[in-house]
C-alpha cells in the first residue's frame, strides 16, 4: 500500500537539532531509516538482550528479554503501519527504541531507582530512554547523544500519549528541541504504543506458560482468550491442549492486531486527517482497539498482574533485584570513586546533577552487569531459583 497523506513524511521531517553534514539526501537512505539504523547500532540497544522483561535473568533461553520483546513490537508495528498506509520505517524505530531506557531488573529496578531518586526528581523509563537517546549514547565527536529526528523523539516521549507535565529528564530534552508534549503525537508514535502492548499481553502468556506459572485452563477463562481457545479447539479437535499453545498466541495476536486495523481504519476516516499536523491536532487518539477489545484486553492485563507479574515467586525476585539496585545505588553515593573511570571522569560536583550522573550508570545496566559489581563492592547476592 502506498503511504497516506496522514502518515508522517520524511521529506517533511522536522529535522534534527545539529544538522547532519552532507544532509539528509546523501546516500540511499531517508532521514527515518537513519533514525531506525542508530538505534540498531546502538550500545544501548544491544544491552536490551540482558534486560529484565518479566523474568530476571531467566536460564532459559526461550524467554523474552527486552531485545527479543522489541524485535516482536517492531514486527506488530510494521504489519500495523503497512496495512494503515503509514511510514514503516518510523514505525519500527519508534518500536525498536521505546524500551531503551529500562533500567536493569524491569519494574523492580525501575521502583528501587524511583525511590533513590526522589530527591533528585524521580525516575522513569520512558523519559530516561529520551535521556539515553539524547545525551548518554555517544558515538559522535561533536556532539551528545544520537540526533534522531524530531519525529523520533516526539513519538518516544509520548509513548503514553501528551505529556502535558513532563518530568525533569523530558524537560530538559524539550528545553533543547521543543517537542509539542501536550499534543497526541503521529499515527506512528501511536501505533508504536499499541504494538507494545500486543505484543507483551501475548508473549508473556507464552513466557508464563513456559515457566509453569501460568495456568491454562484458568487463562481459558479470560474473556479474549476464551474466545481465541474456542476457535483454535474448534479447528484441531483431535489434538491435545498442549499442542495448542502456539495456535492460541498466534490466533490472538492475528485477533488483536486485525481489530486495531479495522477500529483504527474507521476512525481515520471519520476524522477527517488529511495530514500528520492534522493528527497532531486532533485532540485525540486515532490509533485503538474496538470498545470490546480495549475491554477484554484490561480484563486479560488484570489477569495478567494478578497471576503472572505479582505471582509470589515473581514478587520474591522482584523483592531482591529492588534491594540489589537500592544498595549499588547508596554504595556508589558513598564512594563514587568505585565508579569506572570514564563515569569517575564526568562526575559533576553539584547536586542533583551528581545523584543523576550515578542514577544514569545503574540504569544503563544489564542484569548481569548489576549483579557483578554489587558481588564487588558489597557480596554475591542470592537470586531466587529463577527460570
Ligand atoms: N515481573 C514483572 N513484570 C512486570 C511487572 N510490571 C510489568 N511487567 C512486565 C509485563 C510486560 O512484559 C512489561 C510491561 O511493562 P512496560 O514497562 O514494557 O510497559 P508499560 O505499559 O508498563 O509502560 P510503558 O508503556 O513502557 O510506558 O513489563 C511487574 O511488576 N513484575
Not at 540497544?45 to 523474552?64: I, Y
Not at 524511583?114 to 539524547?134: I, K, Q, S
Not at 533543547?176 to 508473556?204: C, F, G, K, R, T
Not at 520474591?316 to 570513586?337: E, I, S, T
Amino acid at each position: 500500500m502506498s503511504r497516506a497523506p496522514y502518515a508522517a513524511d520524511p521529506a517533511r521531517s522536522r529535522g534534527r537539532l545539529h544538522p547532519d553534514p552532507g544532509g539528509e539526501t546523501r546516500g540511499p537512505r531517508d532521514v527515518f531509516q537513519r533514525d531506525r539504523d542508530r538505534i540498531v547500532h546502538a550500545i544501548a540497544f544491544r544491552r536490551l538482550r540482558h534486560k529484565t522483561q518479566v523474568f530476571v535473568a531467566p536460564d532459559g533461553d526461550h524467554f523474552r528479554v527486552r531485545l527479543t520483546h522489541s524485535l516482536e513490537v517492531a514486527q506488530i508495528g510494521r504489519t500495523i503501519a503497512r496495512a494503515l498506509g503509514l511510514n514503516e520505517d518510523l514505525t519500527e524505530a519508534l518500536c525498536l527504541a521505546h524500551d531503551i531506557g529500562h533500567p536493569p531488573f524491569g519494574h523492580a529496578g525501575e521502583e528501587a531507582l524511583r525511590e533513590a531518586m526522589a530527591e533528585a526528581g524521580g525516575f522513569d523509563h520512558n523519559a530516561h530512554t529520551l535521556r539515553v537517546l539524547t545525551r548518554l549514547e555517544s558515538p559522535y565527536p561533536r556532539w551528545r547523544g544520537l540526533n534522531l529526528s524530531w519525529d523520533m523523539l516526539e513519538g518516544l516521549a509520548k509513548h503514553n500519549g501528551p505529556v502535558p507535565a513532563p518530568n525533569w529528564a523530558l524537560a530538559e530534552v524539550d528545553a533543547e528541541l521543543p517537542l509539542a508534549l501536550d499534543a497526541w503525537p503521529s499515527l506512528e508514535a501511536q501505533v508504536a504504543a499499541l504494538a507494545d502492548d500486543i505484543a507483551y499481553d501475548n508473549h508473556d502468556i507464552d513466557d508464563g506458560l513456559r515457566a509453569g506459572i501460568l495456568d491454562l485452563d484458568a487463562l481459558c477463562a479470560v474473556p479474549l482468550v476464551a474466545a481465541r481457545w474456542e476457535a483454535v479447539r474448534a479447528r484441531h479437535p483431535d489434538l491435545p491442549p498442549d499442542r495448542l499453545r502456539g495456535e492460541l498466541i498466534r490466533d490472538q495476536i492475528g485477533a488483536m492486531v486485525n481489530d486495531l486495523i479495522e477500529t483504527s481504519r474507521a476512525r481515520i476516516a471519520a476524522s477527517g486527517v488529511d495530514s500528520v499536523e492534522a493528527v497532531r491536532a486532533a485532540g485525540q487518539p486515532l490509533i485503538g482497539f474496538s470498545d470490546a477489545m480495549a475491554q477484554d484486553e484490561r480484563v486479560l492485563k488484570r489477569f495478567m498482574y494478578a497471576t503472572l507479574y505479582h505471582s509470589p515467586s515473581q514478587l520474591a525476585v522482584a523483592a531482591v533485584a529492588r534491594g540489589l539496585v537500592a544498595r549499588l545505588f547508596a554504595a556508589y553515593v558513598a564512594a563514587p570513586d568505585r565508579l569506572p573511570a570514564a563515569w569517575r571522569a564526568t562526575l559533576p560536583e553539584t547536586e542533583p546533577a551528581r545523584t543523576r550522573h550515578i542514577a544514569d550508570f545503574i540504569a544503563g545496566m544489564t542484569d548481569r552487569y548489576a549483579i557483578g559489581r554489587h558481588a564487588e563492592l558489597i557480596g554475591p547476592v542470592a537470586l531466587p531459583e529463577g527460570f
